[in-house]
């Protein structure tokens, strides 16, 4: 375990890695409005069931921990106390790895209530 969080400190941290919570959020959203509306127009109701949906959403919901994860071991690489406003190589790993983990928690949420309907919803009306 302690190679594990060695090596994601090792890690570069971009604005690539901040991205990734919010698109999933967006490709997981995507996916949910053509399942509503492939479902309605060829079955015209939900599944009873939607396994393919529960997979999709958990590996979404996967993902997006994961990134969560992984910036919250990186937050807390050693430097100096916040705010991370400094132009050095720990503070804007900190700075963005902080945001990530925001961004992790807010997508997170939003994956949630995306799926909350499909889940809930029975009819096409």
């Given at each position: 375990?302690?190679?594990?969080?060695?090596?994601?400190?090792?890690?570069?941290?971009?604005?690539?890695?901040?991205?990734?919570?919010?698109?999933?959020?967006?490709?997981?959203?995507?996916?949910?409005?053509?399942?509503?509306?492939?479902?309605?127009?060829?079955v015209g109701h939900f599944?009873?069931?939607?396994?393919?949906?529960?997979?999709?959403?958990?590996?979404?919901?996967?993902?997006?921990?994961?990134?969560?994860?992984?910036?919250?071991?990186?937050?807390?690489?050693?430097?100096?106390?916040?705010?991370?406003?400094?132009?050095?190589?720990?503070?804007?790993?900190?700075?963005?790895?902080?945001?990530?983990?925001?961004?992790?928690?807010?997508?997170?949420?939003?994956?949630?209530?995306?799926?909350?309907?499909?889940?809930?919803?029975?009819?096409?009306?």
């Amino acid at each position: 375990m302690r190679r594990l969080i060695d090596r994601v400190r090792g890690l570069t941290v971009s604005l690539w890695t901040l991205i990734v919570p919010p698109s999933v959020w967006a490709v997981h959203f995507v996916f949910s409005y053509l399942w509503a509306a492939l479902n309605c127009a060829k079955v015209g109701h939900f599944a009873t069931f939607p396994l393919l949906y529960v997979v999709g959403t958990m590996l979404a919901l996967l993902t997006v921990v994961g990134a969560g994860i992984v910036a919250s071991i990186q937050a807390r690489t050693p430097g100096g106390d916040p705010p991370h406003e400094q132009s050095t190589d720990s503070d804007r790993l900190r700075f963005l790895a902080k945001a990530t983990q925001l961004l992790a928690g807010l997508s997170f949420i939003g994956v949630v209530f995306t799926a909350a309907p499909v889940a809930f919803l029975t009819d096409c009306r």
